[in-house]
């Protein structure tokens, strides 16, 4: 376990308690969100990460949801951004991979369990695929807290026996639609469980089923650069307004936090509209191969062997243009410095130093399968974004980094 000592700043975690998302600026509530590259395992392979993932996201949906089908090669977490969770009264604290891609709670791997009186052994197995990982184990129902006292009651959490593919974290902390914990108890298959958000929302603490996310860049290795915001917005972390969009019913993106979009290279159309999912869990910008190989002929850049990503000359990377997602309305423009991995960061990934690295890549299927896009972490370290169960949708704002320059 690495240590957090450092990285345990003051974050505002917003707890909403009106109608509708709303605009929270203080809250006695705090939960760090720390960006970690996982380099136990030696460099970071973002590429092998994230078209793992991307492989294991569309086997899931389309084997119904069952974790126990599908197969695709098992990685540890590459880049993961980590909340520290206590569960138990006294509560143990861990230290947990935030995804939107998933819905359960699951520890165990890293710190063990301590169970306390509020502990409830359901006797119930459970089996979680992260694609990243896998994790089987034993629910059990627990109070949950996060940051100083963000508390729910009686949540469900999957208590891992054995697991695959992480390393140095416990686990992960599931902020995912709530369809996703169909399947992981083995013995009901068809059965759901309540999500800790969902929880909060049905124990009074919210108003509103909604998640706020805030991320920045950083050329740090470690850092606390991020914000979770239940049941509304934190508007000191974003500029202008946010701007919402339906969830797709195209599927599989459907079954995860989907949206419909298009992306522009410039003027010049790479992906025309079609669904695909915002999530947490992966690194890079993922585009259907058609759409990357449109963007890696446009950008004039170079397949590099060593890290599998898109390399690019310093000239190359002074004329590059805007890579625009245009999701209905709106267009979020990424920067030329946006599409770059932080060069302070390059030998992590097993790069060279002076090298520039694109962080868009290819999803490794073409577009028309009904999940064409990843939107991944450095779309949202960009961009604020809101995911919202009640009116099933998702909201991006830009930020004060939006324009950065630190890659």
């Known amino acids: 376990m690495f240590s957090f000592a450092s990285l345990l700043t003051t974050l505002l975690v917003a707890v909403s308690i009106a109608a509708s998302p709303v605009e929270i600026r203080d809250s006695p509530v705090t939960l760090p969100m720390a960006r970690k590259l996982n380099l136990q395992g030696g460099t970071v392979n ?11 996201l569309k086997d899931r949906a389309t084997s119904g949801l069952d974790r126990r089908t599908g197969s695709a090669p098992i990685t540890n977490e590459a880049v993961s951004y980590i909340a520290q969770v206590g569960i138990g009264s006294p509560p143990t604290t861990y230290y947990l991979i935030v995804d939107t891609d998933s819905s359960n709670i699951c520890i165990g791997t890293d710190t063990a369990y301590v169970k306390t009186s509020t502990s409830y052994d359901t006797g119930e197995p459970v089996e979680v695929d992260y694609s990243s990982g896998s994790i089987d184990g034993t629910e059990y129902t627990d109070t949950v807290t996060l940051g100083n006292g963000l508390t729910v009651t009686d949540q469900s959490i999957c208590v891992a026996a054995t697991s695959t593919g992480f390393t140095g974290v416990d686990d992960i902390l599931g902020l995912g639609p709530v369809d996703l914990t169909e399947g992981t108890l083995t013995k009901e298959e068809d059965t759901t469980i309540s999500t800790f958000t969902d929880n909060l929302y049905t124990q009074g603490v919210i108003s509103e089923i909604v998640v706020s996310i805030s991320f920045e860049p950083t050329t740090s290795e470690e850092v606390t650069n991020g914000e979770l915001t239940f049941g509304g917005t934190d508007a000191t972390k974003y500029t202008g307004t946010i701007a919402y969009t339906p969830l797709t019913t195209t599927e599989p993106a459907s079954y995860y936090w989907g949206i419909n979009e298009s992306i522009t290279y410039g003027s010049t159309t790479i992906l025309s509209e079609t669904a695909g999912i915002v999530g947490t869990g992966t690194t890079l910008i993922l585009l ?72 868009v890549n290819d999803l490794g299927t073409p577009s028309g399968e009904g999940l064409d896009f990843i939107n991944g972490q450095m779309f949202l370290e960009r961009f604020y974004a809101v995911f919202d169960t009640t009116n099933s949708r998702v909201g991006f704002a830009t930020t004060s980094y939006t324009d950065a320059t630190t890659n």
Not at 47 to 53: G, S
Not at 302 to 310: A, E, H, S
Not at 332 to 350: D, E, K, S, V
């Open 46 to 56: 973002l590429l092998q990460h994230d078209q793992a993932r991307a492989t294991a």
């Open 288 to 359: 259907a191969s058609n759409a990357y190989s449109a963007y890696q002929s446009a950008t004039g850049a170079t397949l590099d062997d060593t890290t599998g990503l898109l390399r690019i000359t310093l000239t190359q990377y002074d004329a590059l243009e805007n890579l625009n997602f245009n999701v209905g309305s709106n267009t979020y423009a990424l920067t030329p410095n946006g599409q770059i991995w932080p060069r302070a960061l390059n030998t992590y990934i097993g790069g060279t130093s002076s090298y520039i690295y694109l962080v």
